[in-house]
């Protein structure tokens, strides 16, 4: 988890959003890994904190797929379809037409 958190870390000095999504994923697999569901939504809810506050809507949409990713953890579906419908809107409105597609098919698995 600390070389979790390093990475993470070194991706926001670098402002690679790309590169920080992925440091964000296994920041919080590791923490679902030592079963700290909390911590793992704290991280998402950090990243989503984040991209609001520079105002990065695509970055914001993804860090709302990993806390829909971690409310399935947690058995709240009702919740984690919401975040995902709310990023599916982000995606589309910035042109994110995978990251879209992706949002969608979570929507679809966590109704079934």
Same mark, same amino acid.
């Given at each position: ?38 911590? +793992?939504?704290?991280? #998402? ?8 506050? /520079? *105002? %990065? $809507?695509?970055? !914001? @949409?993804? &860090? ?15 919740? +984690?379809?919401?975040? #995902? ?8 409105? /910035? *042109? %994110? $037409?995978?990251? !879209? @597609?992706? &949002? ?9």
């Amino acid at each position: 988890i600390k070389a979790g958190k390093q990475s993470l870390n070194l991706a926001r000095e670098i402002r690679d959003a790309d590169l920080i999504s992925q440091a964000v994923e296994v920041l919080m697999q590791a923490h679902a890994a030592e079963n700290s569901g909390d911590k +793992a939504m704290t991280v #998402a809810e950090e990243e989503l904190m984040t991209a609001k506050k /520079v *105002g %990065d $809507r695509r970055r !914001e @949409a993804y &860090a709302q797929l990993k806390m829909a990713a971690v409310m399935m953890m947690h058995e709240r579906p009702r919740e +984690a379809v919401r975040r #995902a419908s709310d990023a599916a809107e982000k995606l589309r409105q /910035v *042109g %994110d $037409r995978k990251g !879209e @597609a992706k &949002a969608l098919q979570m929507m679809v698995e966590l109704q079934c």
